[in-house]
């Protein structure tokens, strides 16, 4: 902020007015080395304002809350008592006093004043950074969309999960975490990629690296040991948890890291058809029928054995439907000419047909 905006709004500011400034209590509660920079700033240009924003500090220094959650009742209670008790003592007194007396009922307003603004402040700050951790999962053979706190759009693959804080604030990351497979679709704060802020990032954490939005539509599957992100559109950059060198994605890369061997590969693909499974179509790349069933036990929870091992090394061409399980062993054991067979609910044997 400029030293004419930090003059315009809070050279007028008492006591009072920092108790109930947001980002004053985001200073005091939750420091951070931006939040100390920008005050020392104020004070600087301010110096008049030092000894306000002193004692602002300190009576929000000395406001603790109970380990005890109140509940919504108890917090409406207490807050109409305050009020009353706030309302009851400012009350003129009709009678007139001596100067002392006058001096005295002034501070004891005074104090009510200042006692009502700190618990009303306090609240405000619980109510206001209050929030609850978001956890979303999909089970076996499900997808879903998730609308995130900012706009933003997740498409969750089967068998994945996603956790979130439901109070995102401007000036700050917006975090997510992933387990699983997602397509995001990123809603952008700052439109200038080479200009991204720490309160404009959006970050998804996943097994051993972190993935910076600056772009728009990227797909990350996380299963067995294995990352892999593809980008869509836009750019983003992943960083990884063993220090290796940040990486710059552009579209139509894929980069695959496995966390057993801390190692990253980076190559080109058709990003559509990497997430084609949001349109309950499954293409990989030249796969081979052991990925396939790789997907399919991750996706469907099912354990699922060929019983010609040969046939593990062929490659499947074309789309393999995905809308269920059924529908995805229909195509492999037509392709293969083997017949389907479940000798328990957790197992599936494709075991070749018998010619006659």
Do not use: C
Request: aromatic share 8%; no cysteine.
């Amino acid at each position: 902020m400029k030293k004419e905006s930090i003059t315009h709004k809070y050279v007028n500011y008492k006591e009072s007015d920092f108790l109930t400034d947001s980002y004053f209590q985001e200073w005091v509660y939750q420091p951070s080395a931006d939040h100390e920079a920008f005050w020392l700033q104020v004070i600087n240009t301010l110096p008049q304002q030092r000894e306000a924003i002193e004692n602002a500090r300190l009576y929000l220094k000395n406001i603790s809350f109970a380990t005890h959650t109140p509940s919504d009742e108890e917090v409406e209670a207490s807050w109409e008592k305050h009020l009353q008790l706030i309302q009851t003592i400012a009350q003129p007194v009709e009678k007139p006093v001596g100067k002392i007396h006058t001096l005295r009922r002034t501070l004891i307003r005074a104090a009510a004043v200042i006692t009502g603004l700190i618990i009303i402040s306090g609240v405000y700050f619980f109510l206001n950074n209050y929030h609850n951790e978001q956890i979303i999962k999909t089970g076996f053979g499900e997808t879903r969309q998730v609308t995130l706190p900012d706009g933003s759009q997740v498409d969750l693959n089967a068998n994945s999960k996603i956790t979130f804080n439901d109070n995102w604030k401007n000036g700050k990351s917006r975090e997510v975490w992933l387990e699983g497979e997602a397509l995001f679709n990123v809603t952008h704060i700052n439109k200038d990629t080479n200009q991204i802020k720490s309160g404009d990032k959006f970050l998804v954490h996943t097994k051993g690296l972190t993935v910076t939005v600056l772009g728009t539509v990227f797909d990350i599957r996380q299963r067995r040991q294995k990352t892999e992100v593809v980008l869509q559109s836009g750019k983003i950059k992943l960083s990884f948890d063993n220090n290796n060198q940040d990486i710059i994605m552009y579209p139509g890369q894929i980069v695959a890291y496995n966390d057993s061997e801390k190692k990253s590969t980076t190559a080109s693909i058709a990003p559509e058809k990497f997430s084609a499974w949001k349109n309950q179509k499954l293409i990989l790349e030249n796969p081979k029928v052991e990925e396939i069933l790789v997907y399919l036990e991750d996706n469907f929870g099912k354990k699922i054995i060929v019983e010609d091992k040969e046939m593990n090394t062929r490659s499947v061409n074309g789309p393999i439907l995905i809308s269920s399980l059924d529908d995805a062993l229909f195509v492999l054991s037509t392709i293969l000419n083997t017949q389907v067979e479940k000798p328990d609910s957790s197992t599936i044997i494709l075991r070749s047909r018998i010619s006659r």
